[in-house]
């Protein structure tokens, strides 16, 4: 009995030290697991955007190839002439119904939601083909090549994730007229 008396509570204070770095360890790696989880979700996040913002592309892509031509292209809207396009892709203003137009894509959002993006498209220029005809003969001896001049449209669209991170797409898309 005399020895139980001289015990100061050793057990008990290495028990709780034990217990308080075991403590520690879970919460660090919770925090981890957490820390993984938002890196996961941003990241399929910034998927989906682009894949909403190619989809946009893709039906501005679409469009192109219903026109007849061009006199639709402009100054103002979502229909540019070439130069006329807005100046800051990453502005605010670019965005809104005055520049841009909006376009449901076939990809769901939270709540079984439709998801949609925003495009603009400006003409580009020329692209021709000005090689020489007698550097590659496939005309049968015919010289007399002829290639139509292709109108180069530049289609700038821009999606947004469910969790509002944002990727925007510039593509260049051609039609002969």
């Known amino acids: 009995m005399h020895s139980i008396k001289r015990q100061q509570g050793a057990v008990l204070i290495v ?10 360890i879970g919460v660090s790696g919770a925090r981890g697991v957490l820390m993984n989880e938002r890196m996961t979700a941003a990241s399929r996040d910034a998927k ?7 989809s946009v592309s893709r039906q501005g892509e679409a469009y ?4 007849a031509n061009t006199d639709s292209f402009g100054t103002t809207g979502w229909l540019r002439s070439a130069g006329n396009g807005p100046d800051d ?9 005055t520049n841009s137009t909006a ?7 939270p ?9 603009y498209i400006e003409m580009s220029g020329l692209a021709s083909d000005d090689s020489n ?3 590659v003969d496939m005309s ?22 469910p969790g509002g991170t944002e990727r925007i797409v510039v593509t260049l898309y051609g039609k002969a007229f």
């Open 103 to 109: 376009k449901t894509v076939g990809m769901k959002g």
């Open 89 to 97: 892709v990453f502005d605010a203003d670019t965005w809104t119904d």
């Open 140 to 161: 049968a001896g015919d010289t007399g090549l002829y290639f139509e001049d292709i109108k180069v449209f530049k289609i700038v669209a821009r999606g947004e994730g």
């Open 64 to 67: 192109i190839d219903t026109l």
């Open 15 to 24: 028990s709780l030290i034990i217990l308080l770095v075991l403590t520690l």
């Open 111 to 119: 709540g079984d939601s439709d998801m949609s993006g925003r495009m």
């Open 133 to 135: 005809p007698a550097d």
């Open 48 to 54: 989906v955007a682009l894949e909403v913002a190619e």
